[in-house]
């Protein structure tokens, strides 16, 4: 007698079947975004030659020890910069490299937010959702295989596309450096700090699965639930509360504080899904607002300590509570949920 699935077999299944069927969000569209950045930082490479060597040429660049007759000259310009100046051009190059990475990172927090917004209601509206039901598969495992596609394998593959934009971003740059008579490993990989940034980006992996639950738990939520429309109903309740809140504000008739509501409510319930967003937690900035005075601070105010910093919140906490909640509610709605 053949044994049942194990129930972890049928999980990874109910894994593959959403990368499959979101391929084109999940993998493709970081890649493209990646892409799109490298070709925007090969056009202004290109640009920035040209309008160089055409400021030469009509005698429109002023011509000191430092610059050559053919352009800049990398080589004689670190060779004299002191411990300050290398400092400098180290930070630089991380926020650079943090820079270039972060267009994939910023399409995930598209893709997640309309992936979870339809992945309940799209299967009601192509009445998908009869065949899966029919199968030896329970509405827990289903939701929460499309929570973990949200949580964690969406920004697992943004994060490896981000990585990768970064150091093809790298391979550019050091190619711009060898043009103009530098050593790449002099002044790119040297003073960069490339590994410290992919920890980084790889770290933020589990800050962005909790902080991101109360936007996914409430468009999941509004997924099961609406029987129409359901982007308008995502938005618009969120909105109109805000509304109201501050109306009350204004008329004294409550003593509610509409800036809270707006910054706890509304904003977590929509914009969590983009990555870096827990920066807006008063803890985080405060830690990280101390010692920027500079690209290097920038680049080392999000290192992995002070992205990290947010699980000592109860900001995070409790909307992930929220958040779980509202994925319970979902997963019962979606047993009797039938728009028929």
């Known amino acids: 007698m053949r044994a049942a699935p194990h129930a972890t077999h049928k999980f990874k299944l109910l894994l593959k079947r959403e990368f499959w069927e979101h391929k084109g969000g999940f993998f493709w569209a970081p890649i493209w975004a990646g892409g799109i950045s490298l070709l925007l930082t090969l056009m202004a490479v290109v640009f920035a030659e040209v309008a160089g060597r055409r400021a030469l040429a009509d005698g429109e660049m002023h011509i000191n020890d430092h610059i050559n007759i053919n352009g800049l000259d990398l080589g004689m310009l670190t060779s004299k910069m002191d411990a300050k100046d290398l400092q400098h051009l180290s930070g630089g190059i991380d926020l650079s490299m943090l820079s270039a990475s972060m267009w994939p990172l910023f399409v995930l927090g598209f893709v997640v937010f309309f992936y979870c917004l339809g992945t309940l209601y799209d299967e009601r509206k192509d009445r998908s959702v009869l065949f899966w039901k029919s199968l030896p598969v329970s509405d827990r495992d289903t939701v929460l295989s499309k929570l973990v596609s949200a949580l964690v394998v969406a920004p697992t593959l943004a994060v490896c596309a981000a990585i990768a934009t970064m150091f093809v971003f790298l391979v550019m740059l050091s190619g711009v450096v060898l043009m103009h008579n530098g050593n790449p490993m002099d002044i790119i990989w040297g003073p960069g700090s490339p590994?410290?940034?992919?920890?980084?980006?790889?770290?933020?992996?589990?800050?962005?699965?909790?902080?991101?639950?109360?936007?996914?738990?409430?468009?999941?939520?509004?997924?099961?639930?609406?029987?129409?429309?359901?982007?308008?109903?995502?938005?618009?309740?969120?909105?109109?509360?805000?509304?109201?809140?501050?109306?009350?504000?204004?008329?004294?008739?409550?003593?509610?504080?509409?800036?809270?509501?707006?910054?706890?409510?509304?904003?977590?319930?929509?914009?969590?899904?983009?990555?870096?967003?827990?920066?807006?937690?008063?803890?985080?900035?405060?830690?990280?607002?101390?010692?920027?005075?500079?690209?290097?601070?920038?680049?080392?105010?999000?290192?992995?300590?002070?992205?990290?910093?947010?699980?000592?919140?109860?900001?995070?906490?409790?909307?992930?509570?929220?958040?779980a909640v509202m994925i319970l509610a979902a997963i019962r709605l979606r047993r009797w949920r039938d728009d028929n």
């Open 195 to 323: 590994l410290k940034v992919v920890a980084n980006l790889i770290a933020c992996i589990p800050v962005y699965a909790l902080w991101a639950l109360p936007t996914v738990g409430w468009l999941m939520l509004c997924s099961a639930w609406s029987r129409s429309k359901p982007f308008l109903w995502a938005i618009m309740l969120p909105m109109f509360a805000w509304i109201i809140v501050a109306w009350f504000g204004m008329m004294n008739v409550f003593n509610l504080d509409a800036g809270w509501f707006g910054r706890n409510i509304v904003a977590r319930s929509l914009v969590s899904v983009f990555p870096g967003t827990w920066y807006m937690n008063s803890t985080v900035t405060d830690q990280v607002s101390k010692h920027v005075n500079g690209p290097g601070d920038i680049a080392a105010a999000l290192d992995i300590g002070k992205s990290w910093a947010v699980f000592g919140t109860a900001e995070l906490w409790i909307g992930a509570l929220a958040g």
